[in-house]
């Protein structure tokens, strides 16, 4: 009997245990589904028309993904009517139907003031709506009637919103984090900008990152092995919906500062750009033409004029754009529109002749950015391997036989998705930077394209004893700087408390458009305090000198990473061995101490000059 009971007592624990066991394994099993439930992470590739969003999730490496009406790109619009938000084609519709309340084009608006060349020109194409400057900083705002107004941020983010939301969808499970394309050419405030939409949206992006760039590991990470220590050089040429960019990129196996190991690297070596030259100059061009052609077949019939009509003007716009879509592979079409204006119903003939008639002086600014590029890099275009297109306009023939004649008449390369490259290649970087995936890692240095100096006032004193305030600047990140990079400037004889400027440098460069969307050359005052404490604290160390830190990081945001007072405590010995000065670090004002991220053993090709103040 005995015996029974301690059997009995053993099965009864045998049995606890394993229910115990197995509770252990089903939570261990539900922790890790809602840890991979929660690691999925996307690029969104914004466009000024459309949004390309890539994924990356377990067991999809990197996909494209669909929006509710199975397409692979989402319209960069919406619209509010009757306080309800739309998105996509819906918003399309809206936007024709009762333009008013439809937002688009809107990334181009960003951080812009409403000074710019930029905000003059989307009122052009865009009458009906009424934009205003924000009371403290005159960035552009939309009335929308007398007590509602909305920022470009908020209406940015309710898009950015939407494209989460479908990408959650698609992935079936959350979205951590995101990486986001941007124009190489957007300035401080513009990047600000779109990171202020992205945090009203409630997104965790990772990173920035240029068009160029994305393209380029697109292009690279199939590659790896065709590339070595010599660069390669190919030109990337871009041509969307509002703008024109022309990137070199410099693909090349250099040894990697942290692995040590062999690693692919692209690199920006220079950049040209043309902010107002895209499909939708083509697109209002045709519009207009249309108009001016239904005006004058039926002006017996008109009573009004249908210039004056948003509805009107936006049926035609989105007729044209069709129209042009058609003519990039065919010779004529017919521009087609029922009740375009007064139950009027139009229809006519286009030719590929008379896009290109309208296109006119369009067509001479095609080659430009590819000047700009070379020249702002010191190189010519038999240097390039190819000139490789992407985006959406650039399918115009004539503009694709002015690049072979840009290309010395070379082949263009097109063996690049010319929709989705820079989406595919930034998802590529958010697998990289999510941490939850493991992926071959392929080095990446962008180019700042605008100079940005410090300035700073000292006073001097001259044989005579008479002070004066010299006015000092000195150039911490030079134009085509390879990013991110750090920068160290020593005021080694400030003892009081002093500040100094962050400016945009020299910006000859530019054309009067582009320079018209800097709205300001300053971009941040930094006041040091607490300097005379720091020298009174340590009266009795030598004096090495004040230290600003300057970081530009991966996503291009220039910040002044910390001030600091640096001393050296004099050791109580008989003899001192003589240290060495470190190289860079000067101890003059304004001199710099350069600590690059990610630059490659031997390759002296982004180090800064190093100055001394004169006097």
């Known amino acids: 009997l005995k015996l029974f009971v301690v059997i009995d007592r053993l099965l009864r624990m045998m049995k606890l245990v394993s229910v115990v066991v197995v509770v252990a394994v089903v939570l261990a099993t539900l922790c890790a589904f809602d840890a991979e439930a929660k690691i999925a992470t996307v690029s969104v590739d914004i466009g000024n028309e459309w949004i390309k969003i890539g994924l990356v999730k377990p067991g999809v490496p990197m996909d494209i993904v669909l929006n509710r009406e199975s397409k692979r790109k989402t319209a960069n619009i919406v619209a509010i009517r009757n306080g309800e938000r739309t998105f996509g084609l819906t918003a399309l519709s809206t936007a024709v139907k009762y333009p008013k309340n439809g937002f688009r084009f809107l990334f181009e608006l960003l951080g812009q003031t409403m000074d710019s060349a930029i905000v003059k020109r989307y009122q052009e194409h865009f009458p009906e709506h009424t934009l205003e400057g924000s009371p403290d900083r005159n960035t552009v705002m939309f009335r929308v009637d007398s007590e509602t107004m909305y920022s470009v941020e908020e209406l940015f983010a309710m898009i950015l919103q939407h494209v989460i939301e479908l990408a959650a969808e698609y992935a079936e499970q959350p979205i951590s ?21 992205a945090k009203l949206a409630n997104i965790k992006v990772t990173r920035l990152i240029s068009y160029p760039v994305a393209a380029s590991l697109n292009y690279g990470v199939f590659r790896r092995k065709d590339f070595n220590s010599t660069p390669q050089y190919i030109m990337l040429y871009d041509m969307g919906s509002t703008s024109t960019i022309a990137a070199i990129a410099a693909f090349s196996i250099v040894k990697d500062k942290e692995t040590k190991a062999k690693t692919p690297q692209v690199e920006i070596k220079g950049i040209g750009f043309d902010r107002t030259l895209g499909g939708l100059e083509w697109d209002t061009r045709i519009r207009d033409f249309l108009m001016e052609d239904f005006k004058e077949r039926y002006a017996n019939k008109l009573s009004g004029d249908p210039a004056k009509s948003a509805r009107a003007r936006a049926k035609l716009l989105a007729e044209a754009q069709k129209v042009k879509t ?31 008639k309208l296109g006119g002086d369009l067509y001479d600014r095609v080659a430009t950015p590819i000047a700009d590029a070379l020249a702002s890099a010191g190189m010519t275009i038999s240097e390039m391997e190819t000139i490789t297109i992407i985006g959406g306009a650039v399918r115009m023939p004539k503009v694709q036989s002015i690049l072979v004649q840009a290309n010395d008449g070379r082949e263009l390369g097109k063996n690049l998705n010319g929709d989705e490259a820079s989406a595919l290649g930034a998802s590529f970087e958010a697998a990289a930077l999510s941490k939850a995936f493991r992926v071959k890692k392929f080095i990446t240095k962008d180019a700042n394209v605008y100079p940005i100096e410090v300035t700073f006032n000292r006073t001097v004193v001259n044989d005579d004893g008479e002070e004066s305030v010299k006015v000092v600047t000195k150039t911490i990140f030079p134009r085509n700087n390879p990013i991110p990079q750090k920068k160290v400037l020593s005021f080694s004889k400030f003892q009081e408390d002093f500040q100094f ?31 005379a404490e720091a020298f009174a604290a340590n009266a009795d160390n030598n004096v090495v000198g004040v230290k600003a830190h300057f970081v530009i990081d991966e996503s291009g945001l220039i910040r002044v990473d910390r001030v600091d007072a640096n001393f050296e405590t004099i050791p109580e010995v008989e003899e001192q061995e003589e240290q060495p000065d470190v190289e860079g670090d000067q101890h003059d004002d304004g001199s710099t101490e350069e600590e690059e991220e990610s630059k490659p053993e031997g390759d002296d090709s982004s180090e800064a000059e190093n100055e001394e103040e004169e006097g």
């Open 501 to 531: 400027d962050v400016n945009y440098g020299d910006l000859s460069f530019l054309d009067q458009d582009s320079l018209s969307t800097i709205s300001s050359k300053n971009i941040s005052t930094v006041k040091v305090g607490g300097v």
């Open 326 to 356: 058609v003519l990039s592979a065919n010779s004529e079409t017919y521009a087609q529109v029922e009740g375009l204006f007064e139950e009027v119903d139009y229809k006519a003939q286009v030719t590929r002749e008379m896009l290109e």
């Open 177 to 197: 984090s995101a990486v986001m394309t941007i124009p190489p050419y957007f300035a401080q405030p513009e990047r600000r900008a779109l990171l202020t939409a």
